[in-house]
């Protein structure tokens, strides 16, 4: 199943309503809200570093690691054109192959973990995570809510036809597994010399799974691995989400002893 391979290409484009600035800063007041001063992060499932760049910018120490070597290579392009230096990886992240340790922080953003299909690998990651973390570091991550996938996204047909990409886009949800299937067609114009040629299109195809996983399962995990502190926030708010909250932000602290 191909996932963010030439996608990755007008994922930037196709963000381009989302507001990075306003996710950074929300990011930063979670960190005030839960008592923790960050200097370094490691950030899971980076992408094309809409979060990495501006974190670095702000002297964030922060590594990016994501399994899609096309979504790396748009990261490092940008991070290149900009002059900010970036640490990226390829890797999976279930299998996350990390070996710096007492971090402050681990940082998973905008659908990382929906990615992560079954909790046994969620909790993988999260014990991982608790073992790289220094005591009191946290790990902080949003997911898009069940009531999202489920309801919103569900079994939903989507399309956008723009001057230069075009889209369509085919949900398929399963409540008894809550695994949602998302079928992309996407057309990107070729650039072309010729006049003739100006019309013509590429086809792409790419199904992306996630999983809707529910508030109760994370917390649940969250705590078999043993992290404390563990809150969730509505969408970008500082309060609990309600049920039609579409994002939820995650906060777990690691505390070892009392
Ligand atoms: C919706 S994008 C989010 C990218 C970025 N965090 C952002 O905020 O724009 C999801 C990302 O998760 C990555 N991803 C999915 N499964 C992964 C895995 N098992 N290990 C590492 N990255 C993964 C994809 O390659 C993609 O870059």
Redesign the pocket.
């Known amino acids: 199943m191909e996932?963010?391979g030439n996608f990755a290409y007008i994922y930037d484009e196709l963000?381009d309503d989302v507001d990075y600035e306003k996710w950074v800063n929300h990011i930063e007041n979670l960190f005030i809200e839960n008592g923790v001063k960050v200097k370094n992060i490691l950030e899971?499932?980076?992408?094309?570093g809409?979060?990495t760049i501006p974190l670095a910018r702000k002297n964030y120490d922060i590594a990016g690691?994501?399994?899609?070597e096309e979504?790396l290579d748009v990261a490092l392009n940008k991070s290149e054109n900009m002059g900010i230096p970036l640490v990226l990886l390829q890797?999976?992240?279930?299998k996350l192959d990390f070996d710096i340790y007492d971090l402050d922080c681990i940082l998973c953003?905008?659908?990382?973990f929906n990615?992560?299909t079954s909790l046994e690998e969620l909790k993988g990651i999260f014990s991982k995570s608790y073992e790289l973390l220094k005591n009191g570091g946290i790990l902080l991550f949003d997911i898009s809510s069940y009531y999202k996938i489920s309801k919103i996204l569900g079994n939903n047909f989507m399309g956008e036809a723009r001057e230069n990409i075009a889209y369509m886009w085919s949900n398929y949800y399963d409540d008894k597994t809550q695994l949602i299937d998302m079928d992309l067609d996407f057309f990107v114009k070729v650039q072309a010399d010729d006049e003739e040629e100006d019309n013509l299109f590429e086809r792409y195809h790419e199904t992306h799974q996630q999983r809707a996983h529910k508030i109760n399962e994370i917390e649940s995990i969250l705590n078999e691995v043993g992290f404390k502190n563990i809150n969730c926030y509505g969408d970008f708010s500082i309060l609990k989400p309600d049920e039609k909250s579409e994002r939820i932000f995650f906060t777990a602290i690691k505390k070892k002893g009392n």
Do not use: E
């Open positions: 996932q963010y963000m899971l499932a980076c992408g094309t809409n979060l690691i994501d399994i899609s979504m890797q999976d992240m279930v953003a905008c659908d990382g990615y992560v």
